[in-house]
């Protein structure tokens, strides 16, 4: 059982008029939920297909999202602080909370007025857990995945300083598109012609695992080996509550092993002979790849 990725696909952004931005902001409004953007950018020359603003500058459209991010959240800050100066003068059981959010507000109206975004604000974890229902724009990571060429594939592309720091792949949307018509064999055989190791719909799910700082861990049954997906720095007993509650509440020890170890030596009694095999407790910081019986009594 692989761990997956949900995508939500939306429809290319266009800033171009009135119009354009009342539709992106609807769209905002849908996708204040999701955990991590990924900005899809071109930098592929085709006449057949209309460039936007008549121009293939990635570093600049990426550029322009950022900046309507920066809008959109400011406008719902705005809101915000509206709403709670009415029910700040209100004798609610929410009060308190209501005059520490507003105050809050107001430093993250001068953090987006001055073009910053929220995530570079240094928010403290009281902060975030007050804004989090509000799904800031702002605050979420971005990947960035350049559309380009054929020629372009092996090309390093500078988006500048619009990249933010932000984690950027290159791939062909082409090329991606007839690989996917291919059986196994001819797309093998096309890989190696064109001179790629593996199809990018793999990078970009390793990329979007790296952007969202998570890792994999690995459990083995008669029946199935499933994968777990877990923030980096988990530890063993947080780990062993993504697999059942129960584990977590009778946690004993986590008999590990790594998959790049199995991997090599070729069976679990193998992993043994070679000191592979380790006993963890309840700290132990599990790694990607890791291969996990956790041992516990309830």
């Not at 939500?8 to 952004?13: E, N, S």
């Not at 196994?184 to 990018?200: G, I, T, V, W, Y």
């Not at 861990?217 to 923030?231: N, Y």
Request: proline share 3%.
């Amino acid at each position: 059982m692989h761990a997956t990725v949900d995508c939500l696909d939306l429809p290319g952004l266009n800033f171009l008029d009135e119009h354009g931005r009342a539709a992106a902001r609807k769209l905002f409004g849908q996708i204040r939920t999701v955990d991590l953007f990924v900005a899809v950018v071109r930098a592929f020359e085709n006449d057949a297909v209309a460039a936007y603003r008549n121009r293939i500058q990635p570093g600049k459209d990426l550029e322009e999202l950022r900046t309507e991010f920066l809008l959109a959240d400011l406008e719902l800050v705005t809101t915000r602080i509206e709403r709670l100066e009415k029910q700040v003068h209100k004798p609610t059981r929410t009060v308190a909370r209501d005059k520490e959010e507003l105050a809050l507000h107001g430093k993250l109206q001068t953090i987006l007025e001055s073009e910053r975004p929220l995530s570079a604000a240094g928010l403290s974890a009281r902060e975030l857990d007050l804004i989090k229902p509000l799904g800031f724009l702002t605050l979420k990571p971005m990947m960035v995945v350049v559309n380009v060429g054929e020629n372009r594939l092996n090309q390093p592309v500078d988006l500048g300083s619009a990249a933010g720091g932000a984690e950027a792949i290159c791939l062909s949307a082409e090329i991606e598109s007839q690989l996917a018509q291919l059986d196994p064999q001819s797309r093998k055989e096309f890989m190696q012609d064109m001179n790629l190791a593996e199809p990018a719909s793999a990078k970009f799910v390793q990329s979007c695992y790296k952007a969202l700082g998570l890792i994999s861990f690995l459990t083995v049954g008669k029946d199935e080996v499933r994968a777990w997906t877990i923030e980096s720095g988990t530890i063993a007993h947080e780990a062993a509550g993504k697999v059942h509650s129960d584990i977590q509440r009778g946690f004993i020890r986590a008999e590990t092993m790594a998959y790049a170890d199995l991997h090599r030596l070729g069976d679990e009694k193998a992993v043994k002979a070679a000191g592979k095999m380790r006993l963890e407790g309840k700290t132990y910081v599990v790694q990607d790849g890791d291969i996990i019986c956790f041992r516990f009594n309830v």
